[in-house]
């Protein structure tokens, strides 16, 4: 491993003002010293700096043959250690799917890897390596790493300082494991009960509310040298299209973007974000041109970097989403995205044809050398600020005092149980009685769990029930229970005192609620718990107790068991309206309605 005054002479000397505990905006950068590195750099060393990819495999020189393979046939290198050698990437991003986050000493080993792979080229630049650490339903990092719940948990519980401490536990973690910049936390105002790619992962439906969560969480993730992203501008909370798949088209007029979309970004600004990630989102009340947000120059320089003020790092979401490759090709939206105001490219689907495209740009003349050079100051200066010049590399005994210790599980449970928020207790049903109550039946919905958690979340809340003293056996019976799975359940349910039913997204005519009705007609006490969105309650009206845990994560599981138990009383409050089933024009429950024992 290179030593410190290696890393320094590599990068001309270049040292950050900010110490490891101080907010990362706080710290001050020597732009002189920066732009002398810039003006030492190749321009095929400038294309790379731009780019954010991923890589296959655990270790950055020595990965698994199968990640090998997938790397050849995707990229046209091997490792990690040949990507950057090749590209010159200014960053990495870790996914769990492409095998870099098996466990802490792996992911540290990994994050050494492609600092030591990039240190030791010549004019060699550390690396920012990013993960989607939103926690929820979406993680990279799994367990043993401490999870919280998500963000609609999190703006349900609304507690600004417990926002705080998850991004600097979550921040403290991720860092002590090389990660240095998390694309978290959605800003995104969730008010589309359709919504199919945001809903849990927004705070919620109120933009002042979603506002103050944004910018505690932003601090929380400062206080522990960890970049926070604000996404997706200029805000993807009200679409029913999922831009992984298609193209959104926001319908906001310019007056209801400033009172809703724009209010959390605005606080993100002035909290002093790190970097803002941008939608591939169409919005004509911004800009009538047809492109996307991520393409468009009146969106990111007209608004974002114009009237918003904010000079900091902007990075596209994933290059192969369908939403920005729905108008332009794989050749064409990078071109276009750095004309737009964009810095970083995040993930293209053909790294060759998205850097070549970018470098025949600059030599053919549609981009110049100086707006290149704007963006990798920008870049630069957030490297300088995690003072990823002077500690770029991180230990094993890190690893070992910081991810998952006790204290910090302790908090994810304690920060739970403020965000479970019990809907419906009609008769007092809950808390359950261990003495009236002691065989419990466990059913429902068993998704795919999220990544790191244990799961299946019908087994999880049965183990969680078993350690409060009840009597728990669990029965997965999916999203779409089948007729003889029903039955099975129903007929389960007459050797239990009650049943618990985990319910996913039910809508009208899914058979969850089929399940869920004929559970109660057998006139056992049953209680439901929505474990994704907390929508579910207006579709099951017959059921008597009804909790929203916003997501199936071991920790927000856990909590749910704990409240139905009565070990807690049910804190949270809903940070959405649920709308009734039978006419969306009405409001059933309000943001705030949440009961208490």
Not at 265 to 294: C, E, N, W, Y
């Amino acid at each position: 491993m290179p030593s410190r005054r290696t890393v320094l002479a590599a990068t001309a000397g270049v040292t950050a003002a900010l110490a490891l505990g101080t907010p990362a905006h706080a710290a001050a950068v020597d732009d002189k010293k920066l732009r002398s590195l810039i003006s030492r750099m190749t321009l095929e060393e400038k294309v790379g700096q731009l780019f954010v990819m991923r890589v296959y495999g655990h270790s950055a020189t020595d990965p698994d043959q199968a990640d090998i393979d997938a790397n050849l046939s995707e990229i046209g290198v091997r490792t990690a250690a040949e990507l950057i050698a090749k590209y010159r990437v200014g960053g990495i991003i870790y996914f769990t799917w492409a095998h870099n986050t098996r466990d802490p000493h792996q992911i540290a080993e990994l994050s050494n890897g492609i600092q030591r792979a990039s240190l030791t080229l010549p004019r060699g630049l550390p690396v920012l390596v990013t993960t989607d650490q939103e926690h929820g339903i979406v993680c990279r990092v799994g367990a043993p790493a401490t999870l919280f719940p998500g963000a609609m948990a999190m703006g349900a519980g609304g507690s600004r300082e417990d926002a705080r401490t998850l991004g600097r536990i979550s921040g403290a973690e991720l860092r002590a494991i090389g990660i240095n910049q998390d694309y978290s936390p959605d800003a995104d105002v969730n008010i589309n009960p359709a919504n199919p790619v945001i809903g849990v992962r927004s705070f919620g439906a109120d933009p002042d509310a979603v506002a103050a969560m944004v910018a505690a969480e932003v601090g929380g993730y400062q206080r522990s040298s960890v970049a926070a992203t604000a996404k997706h501008f200029p805000g993807h909370g009200d679409t029913a299209v999922d831009s992984h798949y298609g193209f959104p088209v926001i319908t906001h007029s310019r007056e209801l973007w400033e009172k809703l979309d724009a209010v959390p970004f605005r606080a993100a600004v002035k909290a002093g974000i790190d970097a803002i990630m941008t939608a591939h989102i169409q919005f004509p009340a911004l800009d009538d041109s047809g492109d996307p947000a991520t393409l468009s120059h009146p969106i990111l320089t007209g608004i974002l970097r114009g009237e918003l003020g904010y000079d900091g790092v902007v990075v596209t979401d994933s290059l192969g989403m369908e939403g920005v490759r729905t108008k332009y090709g794989d050749d064409r939206v990078p071109v276009l995205a750095l004309k737009a105001g964009v810095d970083q490219l995040l993930n293209p689907p053909d790294l060759p044809v998205a850097w070549n495209a970018v470098l025949k740009a600059v030599q053919g003349g549609e981009l110049t050398e100086a707006r290149l050079d704007e963006s990798i100051l920008r870049i630069l200066r957030l490297k300088a600020r995690l003072k990823l010049f002077q500690q770029p590399y991180v230990s094993g005994h890190g690893v070992d005092g910081t991810v998952g210790t006790r204290a910090h599980l302790a908090a994810a449970d304690r920060i739970a149980e403020r965000t479970t928020t019990l809907l419906v207790n009609d008769g007092q049903l809950l808390p359950l009685s261990r003495a009236a109550h002691r065989r419990l039946l466990v059913v429902g919905a068993d998704p795919a769990s999220p990544s790191g958690t244990t799961g299946p979340p019908t087994g999880v809340l049965a183990t969680a029930f078993s350690g409060l003293g009840f009597s728990a056996t669990a029965l997965s019976t999916g999203t779409a229970p089948s007729a003889a799975t029903i039955a099975k359940a129903v007929a389960a349910a007459q050797d239990a005192d009650a049943v618990v039913v985990g319910t996913y997204n039910v809508t009208a005519g899914n058979a969850q609620k089929t399940l869920v009705e004929q559970l109660v007609t057998t006139g056992k006490p049953v209680v439901a718990i929505a474990v994704r969105n907390p929508y579910d309650v207006a579709q099951l009206p017959t059921v008597r107790a009804y909790l929203a845990s916003y997501s199936w994560t071991d920790v927000e599981l856990r909590a749910a068991a704990r409240v139905i138990a009565g070990q807690v009383g049910p804190r949270g409050r809903l940070p959405v309206p649920v709308q009734r089933a039978d006419d969306p024009t009405q409001v059933l429950y309000p943001i705030g309605h949440g009961l208490s024992y």
